[in-house]
């Protein structure tokens, strides 16, 4: 239920994201301290060339003749500077390689550590691609800015900062141009990047939802191809490509308004100083009062203003050159940090406690619930099962049958009632050792690339490989195991599409059947084999089973008719009770349902 006292998020400023990325960096201060000097030596050095060159050209203007001892020591200085700079340049990339993996090194295992902490209820509500989305997507865009941008960002600063410098020291008078265009500049750049950022994030979005759809659809593909609907597929696709490509087109369109603008002022600058220092120098040879005055510039002093005011305009150029990069950055990492601030699985109450020797007695005493607060699943069931007891849960598609595993589980917390674990409410219990004494076979399998040994002792690393063939022979797959040219050692691809539906789930019983949890959940776990492995499964399970807690939720109602209790559900509520010929002899929808898939 949503707790009202909870305040509403509040959306992050680009400033939040800024001061938070900058936490990232600062984790790994030896190398940005290293990337820091190498970039004010580097740019000093870069800085130092100019001014060589307007002292070169003023050497070749004296008047006295050239002295071309000065000209030639200016020039070598000037091409040291400019040589070494770019050496250290280099280094600086490098430094910042490192520095930028590192961090996305942190972030995507903080993400994915994240992830793993998160209630199934996020998983629930949250498509697949859009997640693997913000994992590969979004960390690897900060990574461009953090190895690339970022450098020009603070070679940008110290440039701009160092150029004012030297200006002020070659003619104070001409400083006045960029009074006029910088400001322009900045308000311009303040103005379309509060423009520009929302729609990056748009654009972030929609390839999230593009993603996951793409990831739907490729795990359908078989049901898709099945049904002739690649056309409607495809068209569906289309629409949110369509739609991801519009968001991308306005959000590179309006940013790309910006280098444009910016580079026209920029050249407005350039045009101006060059035009008002020749005429400054062309009266500072004439003898008048400017000769001898704050106005007086030499040749070689507009030489140095000019570079130095390429120097200046440039990495304003740049940044708004890259602005879409740190904008489409900024969105990406606030996508990220939204996944980090999600708020993990309830932590266990500090008196929850330890679940040990597990009997397997479970009880639920009027358990109601809902995924939402104006939707009830469950209304007020009860269910209670001994130690070695077979519970069977039938009923049409969205009775509530699932929700009442994922309850047992804990992946959801009921709203009234309760559940009894050996007579101690599941609240209580740490989830750690309540999810231990249960285990699973569902109807949508999962196995993981590894050997097949890997996958059936997954759930019990102390198994003996005696316990992993007896295993897989009562789950009737031992047979075919030991036919691969590679046995037990045969590598699964992804997922084990290199092996057949009703194999993969005959593998994961072998898993269930190596476990020694005391209670067993099967959800349709006979469904994706055939009716002749169906009967050898349940006369194995039927030894295997013993003195274990088992609940089954079935369709096929040929594989519960054994099952000392079976609950028939509907509408969220317990609507029959029994076994299976007491249900029969009821003539209820029990009956209906199974003279419907017999008679």
């Not at 001898?292 to 305009?313: D, P």
Request: with cysteine; charged share 20%; hydrophobic share 40%.
């Amino acid at each position: 239920m949503t707790d009202k006292n909870i305040k509403p998020e509040r959306k992050k400023t680009t400033k939040d994201i800024f001061i938070r990325l900058s936490k990232y960096v600062l984790k790994q201060w030896p190398l940005f301290i290293v990337a820091l000097i190498l970039t004010l030596v580097s740019n000093q050095l870069s800085l130092l060339g100019p001014r060589y060159s307007g002292a070169a050209i003023d050497a070749i203007e004296a008047k006295g003749g050239v002295d071309f001892d000065s000209v030639w020591r200016n020039i070598a200085f000037m091409i040291g500077c400019y040589v070494i700079s770019a050496l250290l340049s280099y280094v600086l990339s490098v430094v910042m390689l490192h520095l930028s993996q590192r961090i996305i090194y942190r972030m995507r295992k903080q993400v994915f550590e994240k992830l793993t902490t998160l209630p199934v209820s996020y998983f629930d509500t949250h498509a697949t691609g859009d997640i693997i989305s913000h994992l590969s997507y979004d960390i690897d865009t900060i990574n461009s800015t953090l190895s690339h941008d970022l450098i020009q960002v603070m070679t940008s600063i110290y440039t701009v900062v160092g150029s004012l410098a030297f200006m002020w020291q070659i003619s104070k008078p001409m400083i006045l141009i960029f009074a006029l265009t910088v400001p322009v500049s900045i308000f311009f750049t303040r103005y379309r990047s509060k423009i520009v950022r929302p729609l990056f994030s748009a654009r972030a979005k929609k390839y999230g939802e593009l993603n996951g759809f793409a990831e739907e659809m490729l795990t359908g593909s078989r049901t898709i191809s099945a049904y002739g609907m690649q056309k409607v597929i495809s068209s569906r696709f289309n629409k949110i490509n369509n739609e991801a490509m519009d968001a991308f087109y306005k959000a590179e369109y309006n940013s790309a308004l910006l280098f444009p603008t910016i580079n026209l002022i920029n050249n407005i600058s350039l045009t101006l100083v060059a035009i008002i220092g020749g005429i400054l120098y062309m009266y500072s040879q004439n003898g008048t009062v400017l000769a001898t005055s704050v106005f007086f510039i030499t040749l070689g002093g507009v030489a140095q203003f000019v570079q130095y005011s390429r120097k200046f305009a440039g990495p304003i150029n740049e940044f708004s050159n890259i602005l879409h990069e740190i904008q489409s950055a900024f969105s990406a990492a606030e996508r990220v940090f939204a996944i980090l601030d999600e708020e993990p699985e309830k932590e266990d109450s500090p008196d929850a406690k330890e679940l040990k020797n597990v009997s397997g007695d479970v009880c639920l005493s009027n358990v109601t619930f809902g995924y939402t607060e104006d939707k009830t699943i469950l209304k007020n069931v009860s269910v209670n099962a001994k130690k070695g007891q077979t519970v069977a849960i039938v009923g049409p598609t969205g009775a509530g049958k699932t929700t009442i595993i994922n309850l047992l589980m804990r992946f959801y917390d009921y709203q009234s009632g309760e559940i009894l674990i050996d007579g101690i409410p599941s609240v209580n219990l740490k989830r750690t050792d309540l999810r231990l004494a249960f285990n699973m076979v569902l109807q949508d399998t999962w196995l993981f690339c590894g050997t097949i040994y890997d996958n059936i002792v997954y759930g019990r690393k102390d198994s003996t490989p005696e316990e992993v063939y007896a295993a897989a022979k009562s789950a009737k797959i031992a047979s075919y195991i030991e036919s691969l040219p590679d046995g037990y050692n045969t590598v699964l691809s992804d997922d084990g599409v290199n092996i057949s539906k009703g194999q993969k789930q005959l593998i994961t019983i072998a898993r269930a059947f190596l476990s020694k949890a005391p209670i067993l959940i099967l959800d349709e776990a006979t469904s994706n084999v055939d009716s002749r492995t169906e009967i050898q499964i349940q006369n194995a399970m039927t030894e295997l089973m013993k003195n274990k807690t088992c609940f089954i939720i079935a369709h096929r109602l040929s594989t519960i008719q054994n099952a000392d209790t079976i609950l028939v559900v509907k509408g969220g509520s317990i609507i029959e009770q029994g076994n299976h010929q007491q249900l029969i002899n009821q003539g209820g929808f029990y009956c209906s349902l199974y003279q419907s898939q017999f008679m």
